[in-house]
């Protein structure tokens, strides 16, 4: 556990979202349990967010509004089919390990998705957060034992292996596996009998060991 | 359609509403793309980031929280993270902080009044920035703006780790009180 002081060292680059891998974790570790250091963080973040105000403006290529309309428009249906996809992927996984129905509870949204009927095995789903908090694409796990999980990412990650790990809620770790990404996208189905408590985390790991992205599912 | 708010307009992209995703690319486009060819110093590949950008801003509409920034700031974050591994991915070296800032203290185009507000945050964080050392506005570009760690600002200024940390830190802080100071005048 990083002391304060440790922490104060680090808390310039966690706010301005270039810290990565092991410090990275530690850091918010402690920032979670330590109302200083998380002040203090906050602080540095209000500050360093502005710093991009400071780039000129540059007019974009001619036709660009329209392309982007038009990959707004586009990526809808792809963008609902992917994260759909996943997450029948994994619903489905559940019902076959749990023989239940499966009930979507989604992180970060209000609504519940796909109805259903006791016995109810949950899939909870959350963002998966990348450097600096940017939503990088989608995990789900089922809770019982075993666990469906299902991660999806669309975001510029490099192409390559990342290793899937898991941490369960009562601080656990466990591989799950590793997802090949290429293009910037990923996608990863499995299950796991790590756990009778649930999945509280589930983060990517590049070959360098850096973790570039988790979801906080708990 | 430009005199809804900034918030209006992304929960009207966040829907889908056509008219409200046209003006919201309008409105932000020069600063999306702006920013992006300042952090990766391509057209092609600022465009591929700029066009990213928006597209999560409308994937992620639902997830803006008002009470944490604007949504100038937000989407500049986005586009932000996006350049940076972009360029990672592709190029090493940094542009030069003093050109990406030197150019532009005080050389800023008039907005629109409806950006009034945006304006003055500018000019604020312009002006911040001015009276900070040269040494700290040059860490702070390096780091807050193109994305290097304190380590890669070490070697890129040929200066020791611990140097690079209490700049960017005393940067940041400074910075940090000065808009406050400015805040609580006015």
Redesign the interface.
């Known amino acids: 556990m990083l002391t304060c002081a440790e922490v104060r060292?680090l808390?310039?680059?966690l706010?301005?979202?270039?810290?990565?891998g092991a410090e990275r974790a530690e850091t918010l570790a402690h920032v979670d349990d330590c109302v200083q250091c998380r002040s203090l963080v906050g602080?540095?973040t209000?500050?360093?967010?502005?710093?991009?105000?400071?780039?000129?403006?540059?007019?974009?290529?001619s036709g660009?509004?329209d392309?982007?309309?038009a990959?707004?428009g586009g990526?809808?249906k792809r963008?609902r089919l992917r994260w759909l996809a996943v997450v029948a992927a994994t619903a489905a996984a559940a019902a076959i390990v749990s023989v239940a129905t499966v009930r979507v509870v989604d992180r970060?949204?209000d609504d519940d998705r796909a109805a259903a009927v006791s016995p109810v095995s949950e899939v909870n789903s959350a963002?998966m957060v990348?450097?600096?908090?940017?939503?990088v694409g989608w995990a789900f796990a089922s809770d019982g034992r075993p666990s469906a999980v299902g991660i999806s990412v669309g975001?510029?990650?490099?192409p390559g292996s990342y290793t899937i790990k898991a941490i369960s809620a009562t601080g656990a770790t466990v591989r799950l596996g590793t997802m090949q990404v290429t293009d910037g996208y990923g996608v990863w189905t499995g299950t796991t009998k790590a756990s009778d408590d649930g999945l509280a985390v589930i983060s990517l790991v590049d070959a360098a060991g850096r973790e570039v992205c988790q979801a906080s599912l708990i | 359609m430009w005199s809804v708010s900034d918030d209006a307009l992304l929960a009207g992209?966040g829907t889908?509403d056509?008219e409200a995703?046209?003006a919201f690319?309008?409105r932000f486009?020069?600063?999306v793309?702006?920013?992006a060819?300042?952090?990766v110093g391509e057209?092609r590949a600022?465009?591929d980031v700029?066009?990213?950008a928006?597209?999560?801003a409308?994937?992620?509409a639902?997830?803006y929280d008002p009470r944490r920034?604007t949504v100038?700031?937000w989407l500049?974050?986005?586009?932000?993270?996006?350049a940076?591994?972009?360029v990672?991915?592709r190029r090493p070296l940094p542009l030069d902080p003093d050109a990406?800032?030197g150019?532009?203290l005080g050389g800023?185009?008039r907005l629109p009044d409806e950006l009034a507000t945006?304006r003055d945050?500018?000019d604020r964080?312009?002006a911040a920035?001015a009276r900070l050392p040269a040494e700290q506005r040059r860490a702070?570009?390096l780091?807050?703006?193109l994305?290097?760690?304190?380590r890669e600002v070490g070697e890129r200024e040929g200066i020791p780790l611990g140097t690079a940390?209490t700049r960017?830190?005393t940067g940041?802080?400074r910075?940090?009180a000065a808009?406050v100071s400015e805040e609580r005048a006015e």
Do not use: C
């Not at chain 1, 706010?15 to 990565?20: D, K, N, T």
């Not at chain 1, 209000?46 to 290529?61: I, K, Q, T, W």
């Not at chain 2, 500049?76 to 996006?82: E, F, M, S």
């Open positions: 060292d808390a310039p680059e706010a301005l979202g270039v810290l990565g602080e540095l209000d500050a360093g967010e502005l710093l991009p105000l400071l780039s000129r403006e540059a007019e974009p290529p660009f509004e392309r982007v309309l990959a707004v990526g809808r963008g970060g949204r963002p990348g450097a600096g908090g940017a939503n975001y510029v990650l490099p | 992209l889908g056509p995703a046209s690319v309008r486009q020069r600063r793309f702006g920013l060819m300042t952090i057209a600022a465009e700029a066009q990213e928006f597209l999560r409308w994937r992620h639902g997830a920034g100038i700031t500049l974050t986005i586009t932000r993270n996006l940076i591994d972009s990672r991915v990406i800032l150019l532009d800023r185009e945006l945050d500018t964080l312009s920035m702070l570009v780091s807050g703006l994305g290097l760690t304190a940390k960017i830190r940041l802080l910075l940090r808009l």
